[in-house]
């Protein structure tokens, strides 16, 4: 990180496109994934896996495994004798029922790909030999596919103590005066009444799970080496599920390909193989290939909304009724429990809105498909399609422009209680929809869409508002009840006689920069170059506790843990510089050059190499009774309900009416995360975020038939957009700077995803505007598409 | 995603390589060649095949007929080694197998058309294949070479459909002769995904010498669809025979039903292609 | 049948033996016996394009070639392109766009785009959207990708930086 200063905006380095620190090892191949460290004596584990979704375990019979070459282990349930992974929530039984997730399948099989025994060899090959010579009976059940087969009468039960298929089912808002709301609307205003659904997706980062787990008899630990955004949450259940003290599990990351929300829950595979490296004595090594990472992964977004809406004759929401049921598939995760989406979706549904009355039903329906993780967005990118979707069809009726309809109804005084009881920090809801709108005028796509028809073309243009609580501290976490409570960060800095420093943070990079940005930060706040900051993380060892990386929390409340440990050190070395400069501690400030200056006399200088020289290899010369360690330690967590990053988005879309494909012609995300600290950083996590919603909007899904086989086990059939079908992007920044935060971000790490899918139906819908037709469900295949445009077409032809 | 164990071999030439599918058949073993391996190796990576001894052609490329692409006379020639990039590079197509070239686009992406062979894909027979409609749209001469002998299978007689074709397990393809140059042809097709297998493509040339149209994706193998070719024939050239012989086709296939598309959805797409298709060869100069 | 090969294989201008069964792909010798983990895996099936590798000067997935195929073949990995601890041009550009973020996909890019341009060096900004395609990133969305990769062909030829993504948002 040499070269010239950048002074960004905020600081001399916060504000700035410092470039990246990960870059150099991983364009030159020298990154370091799971799968690149090999460890003497190492063996590989593979699983058998459940080939049908819902059956009784008659018999698994593992000797044909055993006979075969290269082959060491191979393990059953009953073999290892694990403890279950529970995931509980502080709720009454009659609103959760807690469930297990066994490590390895016991006496039941729930989904297409649950693992059933663990087979472990001397290589990758030869543990799929042994994979396959499993010889496993099943009994069938009838599957649960789908909220009709859950929720019948005599439904077949995914967990008996499950009754009815539902893990969770909380009214949590019912507010005064919905009802009347309704019928005022019904008689002078309108009500829309939409079912939207989203399909199931896979998180579908590029580097699969993966894990090696090896035993060290000199530090009596079991080492796990894992690609984890929560490196603590794995210590902390592995110690538990294998009988443990947690001193004696150390959990490390090293770089990961990606993650989003896939890997911040604990998975039974990593536990499976680092019970077997203990029993074997061996490295174990597993690496995820990708057809269990399509079927047996943790997947995602799977829910269906009933929206009623109330509207009165101007345009103003006066009433938001929801019914919601998500799809959590076989199990629920640890530590977030199966009801994190539907919680999620009852907390924070009215968003951006002023929605005076509420009333919210959610559901987490358990089914015989595989389980699901909080994917990047958790829950927004769904209801936030459905009050987009809502917004725009109430235009429609009314007669409304689409974007006027959003002005009357945003949010636009802070800090906003909402009806949901949340509160909002301040935001730039309104500005950043004049400007998208501002941008469409300006370039002419409204001038173009307007005169499409007549062209015979069909173009539409689609908003969404919305924003993003992304400072999630556990105060706000505590609210969902979750017995587990994410929310604080810890980080601990210490400078070396170089005058450098090591960083350590809780949060866990996979691919949002962070030594980078956090390097930045500390930069600010010492008054030193960046490449003289050193960031660790994913290491359990480093500091007593952390919650990783996912809310978007790490610029949030990891930077502010960063910040106020740097802070204290910076204390901790002015002090100590006043004393060698024989002035009060007032009198000294950090020079900005790595070094602290007197301030009235700045002159008299010292550089942070000569303070730490004195305080460690001369510390007879410090003050009596200081201590000559320059570091500190500081916790950080968010009070109240947290920060919101909010953003607009502005889509424009064309359907080919010979094919129904959906061509993105112009993508415009106006977006205020508060402070942007790397605005290069800041605008791929929009980018990227927002190719992930047009992924879900457009292309991915997973789909499972009627005997629990899902439709998707390569990239065949799984739709990865690529560059072909992904358009550039635009991003523009509004910055209000978070007070609830130490450097004012807001966190942007999910934002894109959350507006995209609503941001793009609604622009289809636009273009379907002569059919008639409305989607509401994603992703939308070009054959509905057709079959829209069709039916008008041949409507128009009939008419004429 | 580990294959399944199989031995190894290196064909030195064309009678090598059948002595060696002989070899290994005869002693009860399910021999495979492999060439580019591009559709094969997929398939053992999930070991849908299992192929347990595999026969490299890999050295014969060494020989110049194995991967020339050339003109001679009114045909296209190309080596049964000749590689996808190879053609959409090579510069000796002419305008009478400019849609050869131009189709390349459609064929996979570039590391996969680097790697994968033209005889690969076309006795891989995908129904989908961009290969395989070629060699309907521009009657393929399939040059295989067997214990007895060799023989040549008309592009008419070589997809059976479901990947089957009428090259046998003991045959090794050696070239692929395009005997008719179509100036007014064009391919185009659909995928939901740029690269991927065509939900349906479409071929079509317009011809002193006779209309073309053949699909794919609409039957378990390509197809050539003589009601559509007959409105082409039965009127002139323009949009709205192109429309009227997209609308035919549409009726006369019986298409099957997956995730990427309704039967309803591929007449439909083939309607649209077939018609797109008709006015791109129109616009290159087909018959007036 | 599980008979080992021992293979000469020609990496960055390195000769190296390996002793291997011929179900070994290319890819996961190069990793797995040759040490040189900057080729990654991502699928297994020749769609996530992660292991692009140059053979004999063209792109090709490392998982659809097999070890024992690749003897006497020119093999060229990520590792080969940055020189005495420089970064090569392409490798720069990716850092000034931000083409990467977790960097897994990032070897797989790097090849393609090598191979790609030394066959195309004057390919126009979708022309490299397209050969980019070919290739799955689950962080970036693509454009600072295609954005790298044409200033580096702009570079390589001389002319000035490539058109603004923005306005190629509204082209």
């Known amino acids: ?800 | 995603m580990k294959p399944a164990a199989f031995s190894y071999h290196r064909a030195h030439d064309v009678p090598d390589a059948i002595g060696l599918l002989s070899e290994f058949a005869d002693a009860g073993e399910d021999p495979k060649l492999i060439a580019g391996g591009q559709s094969l190796v997929p398939m053992m990576n999930f070991r849908l095949a299992r192929p347990t001894a595999l026969i490299d052609l890999g050295t014969l490329r060494r020989d110049p007929g194995m991967r020339s692409i050339r003109r001679d006379g009114a045909e296209l020639v190309i080596g049964g080694l000749a590689t996808h990039r190879e053609v959409e590079l090579a510069r000796c197509l002419g305008p009478e197998f400019e849609v050869v070239s131009q189709a390349m686009r459609w064929v996979g992406h570039l590391p996969i058309r680097s790697r994968g062979t033209v005889a690969g894909s076309i006795v891989h027979g995908d129904a989908t294949a961009e290969w395989c409609l070629l060699a309907l749209l521009l009657d393929a001469v399939i040059v295989a070479e067997g214990p007895g002998g060799r023989r040549q299978i008309p592009a008419g007689e070589m997809f059976h459909g479901y990947y089957a074709t009428a090259v046998e397990s003991d045959e090794v393809v050696t070239q692929v002769r395009f005997t008719r140059g179509a100036s007014g042809a064009a391919l185009t097709e659909f995928a939901r995904r740029h690269g991927d297998f065509a939900t349906v493509d479409a071929a079509v040339s317009l011809d002193a010498d006779g209309n073309r149209v053949v699909l794919g994706g609409v039957a378990p193998a390509p197809i050539r669809v003589p009601e559509a070719e007959a409105v082409l024939a039965g009127g002139p050239a323009g949009p709205e025979l192109f429309a009227e012989c997209g609308a035919a086709a549409a009726e006369a296939i019986d298409p099957p039903e997956d995730a990427a598309g309704s039967a309803a959805y591929r007449r439909r797409l083939a309607r649209t292609l077939i018609t797109e298709a008709l006015q791109q060869a129109w616009e290159k100069g087909g018959r007036r | 049948m599980n008979d080992r090969h021992l293979i000469e294989l020609n990496v960055n201008g390195t000769e190296h033996e390996a002793l291997v069964e011929p179900r070994k792909t290319l890819a996961d010798v190069l990793r797995g016996d040759l040490g040189l983990t900057g080729t990654h895996l991502g699928c297994e099936h020749g769609v996530c394009g992660a292991c692009t590798i140059l053979l004999d000067g063209e792109p090709v997935r490392a998982c659809l070639v097999f070890a024992v195929q690749a003897e006497n073949s020119d093999i060229r990995t990520v590792e080969s392109l940055s020189r005495d601890g420089e970064l090569c041009d392409l490798q720069r550009s990716f850092s000034e766009h931000h083409g990467l973020q977790c960097g897994f996909c990032t070897p797989g890019f790097l090849m393609l785009a090598e191979g790609f341009l030394t066959q195309q060096p004057d390919a126009d900004r979708e022309q490299i959207r397209e050969a980019v395609s070919a290739n799955l990133c689950r962080c970036t969305g693509y454009q600072t990708i295609v954005d790298a990769i044409a200033a580096t062909a702009a570079e390589r030829a001389g002319t000035d930086t490539p058109s603004d993504p923005d306005k190629a948002a509204t082209s």
């Open chain 1, 1 to 800: 990180m040499t070269g010239p200063r950048v002074d960004g905006p905020r600081g001399r380095w916060v504000g700035a496109s410092v470039p990246r620190r990960e870059d150099p090892r991983l364009l030159t191949g020298r990154g370091r994934f799971v799968d690149d460290i090999r460890m003497h004596g190492m063996l590989h584990a593979g699983f058998v896996r459940a080939t049908v979704a819902h059956g009784r375990l008659v018999g698994v019979d593992l000797s044909a495994v055993r006979e075969i070459g290269g082959v060491v282990a191979a393990y059953t349930a009953d073999d290892l004798d694990l403890g279950d992974i529970v995931a509980l929530l502080d709720r009454p039984p009659e609103e959760f029922v807690p469930t297990a997730m066994p490590v390895l399948a016991r006496d039941k099989v729930r989904f297409v790909g649950e693992p059933v025994a663990i087979v472990i060899g001397c290589d990758p090959y030869v543990v799929e030999d042994g994979v396959e010579a499993a010889v496993v009976d099943y009994e069938p059940l009838d599957a649960v596919v789908s909220e009709e087969t859950a929720f019948a009468q005599q439904a077949p039960l995914v967990h008996e103590e499950a009754p009815g298929n539902v893990l969770l089912d909380v009214s949590m808002f019912d507010t005064p005066g919905v009802d009347e709301a309704f019928r005022a609307a019904a008689g002078d205003g309108c009500v829309i009444d939409l079912v939207s659904r989203s399909g199931r997706q896979n998180a579908l980062p590029l580097e699969t799970r993966g894990v090696i787990a090896s035993w060290d008899d000199r530090d009596d630990q079991l080492l796990v080496q894992t690609c984890s955004q929560v490196p603590h949450q794995v210590r902390t259940l592995l110690a538990r599920s294998l009988g443990m003290q947690e001193r004696s599990v150390r959990v490390t990351v090293p770089d990961m390909g990606g993650g989003f929300g896939q890997k911040c829950v604990v998975g039974r595979e990593e536990i499976a193989v680092a019970a077997a490296a203990r029993r074997l004595d061996r490295p174990v090594k597993w690496i995820e290939d990708r057809r269990e990472a399509l079927t047996a992964a943790f997947l995602a977004r799977e829910q269906r909304y009933r929206t009623r809406a109330a509207f009165d004759a101007e345009g103003r929401i006066t009433a938001v009724d929801a019914d919601i049921v998500c799809d959590m598939g076989a199990y629920s995760c640890y530590p977030f429990t199966a009801g994190i989406e539907p919680l999620m979706a009852s907390a924070e549904m009215p968003g951006v809105y002023k929605v005076p009355a509420y009333r919210v039903r959610a559901r987490a329906m358990t089914t015989n498909k595989a389980p699901t993780a909080p994917y990047r967005g958790v829950s927004r990118p769904q209801y936030v399609m459905a009050m987009e979707r809502v917004m725009d069809r109430a235009a429609r009726e009314l007669g409304l422009d689409p974007v006027e309809i959003r002005r009357r109804n945003l949010i636009t005084e802070f800090p906003y209680t909402g009806i949901n009881n949340v509160t909002y920090d301040p935001g730039t809801y309104r500005e950043t929809l004049d400007l998208a709108e501002g941008v469409l005028r300006d370039e002419g796509w409204c001038h173009l869409r307007d005169g499409a028809t007549e062209q015979g073309r069909h173009i539409g243009i689609g908003y969404s508002c919305f924003s993003e609580r992304t400072g999630y501290g556990s105060e706000a976490f505590a609210k969902r009840k979750m017995q587990v409570v994410p929310g604080f960060d810890i980080s601990e800095i210490r400078m070396d006689t170089s005058g450098s420093v090591v960083v350590t943070s809780g949060t866990m990079n996979h691919g949002q920069s962070h030594e980078t940005t956090l390097a930045q930060i500390v930069a600010d706040r010492l008054g030193l170059d960046p490449g003289k900051v050193k960031l660790r993380q994913g290491d359990t060892e480093r500091i007593a506790y952390g919650w990783g990386t996912f809310a978007s929390r790490s610029a949030t409340i990891g930077g502010s843990a960063v910040s106020v440990a740097a802070d204290r050190l910076a204390e901790v070395v002015r002090t100590i510089g006043a004393y060698l400069l024989e002035t009060r501690p007032d009198n000294v400030r950090l020079d900005g050059a790595g070094g602290v200056e007197q301030v009235d006399d700045p002159a008299r200088r010292l550089s942070f190499e000569d303070i730490a020289d004195v305080a460690y290899l001369r510390s007879h010369l410090l003050p009596k009774g200081s201590e000559p360690a320059l570091s500190a330690t500081a916790s950080f967590d968010v009070a109240g309900d947290g920060t919101f990053s909010n953003a607009t988005h502005a889509v424009v879309v064309e359907a080919d009416p010979g094919t129904g494909r959906i061509r993105i012609l112009r993508y415009a995300c106006v977006e205020d995360c508060g402070v942007v600290i790397n605005p290069k950083v800041v605008d791929g996590q929009c980018r990227g975020g927002i190719a992930q919603g047009i992924a879900g909007a457009l292309f991915e899904e997973i789909t499972y038939a009627e005997n629990g086989e899902p439709s998707a086990a390569s990239f065949i059939d799984y739709l990865v957009p690529t560059a072909a079908e992904i358009p550039d992007i635009s991003v523009e920044h509004l910055e209000t700077p978070s007070t609830l935060t130490e450097n004012g971000a807001k966190g942007v790490g999910e934002g894109g995803t959350i507006g995209a899918p609503a941001a793009v139906l609604n622009a289809i819908n636009d273009a379907l505007r002569h059919t008639g037709v409305s989607l509401e469900s994603t992703p939308v295949h070009p054959q509905s598409v057709l079959a829209a445009l069709d039916s008008a077409a041949q409507e128009a032809s009939n008419a004429s």
